[in-house]
């Protein structure tokens, strides 16, 4: 993986794009439009803005004040979420039957927000 060089790309883009480009720039990926998560798990790369190859929470003096606070409740909050409920799509549809389209905005998002059944769990 190289390093994207901000400057070189920030100004032929709106900020909006600035993002989605970053994310599938072959310069810093293999493979850039596969959705493959995994590749960060042996990766070094930091996402609290110091490379910018993944900046979830922005970077420099506007990046998000909360990053610390995120990222020590994000386990806690998804686990709960996981532990409580068992997960359906409405009508019985299934993961292939999503429509994946993206919009843009400050972080890349579904152009059709993803509706989910929470079912209590209760053993
Ligand atoms: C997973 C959780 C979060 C993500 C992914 C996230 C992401 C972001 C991003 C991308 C920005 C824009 C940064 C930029 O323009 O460079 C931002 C700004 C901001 N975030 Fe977060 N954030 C998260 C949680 C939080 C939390 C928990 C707080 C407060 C407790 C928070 C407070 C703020 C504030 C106040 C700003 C505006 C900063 C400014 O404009 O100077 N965020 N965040």
Known sequence: MGNSRIEDIFF???ERELQWQ???????????KKLEPERFLSSD????????????FGAGRRGCPGIQ???????????????????????GARGDDLD???STGATIH???????VAI????
């Open 45 to 56: 790369i930091d996402y609290k803005g110091k490379d910018f190859e993944v900046i979830p």
């Open 22 to 32: 970053i994310g599938r720039d072959p310069k810093s990926y293999n493979n850039p």
């Open 100 to 102: 994946m389209t993206e």
């Open 12 to 14: 032929s883009v709106t």
């Open 69 to 91: 606070f995120a990222v020590a409740v994000k386990e806690i909050a998804l686990a709960n979420l996981v532990h409580k409920f068992d997960w359906a799509l409405p009508g």
């Open 120 to 123: 209590l769990y209760s053993c």
């Open 110 to 116: 579904r152009k059709y927000p993803l509706k989910a």
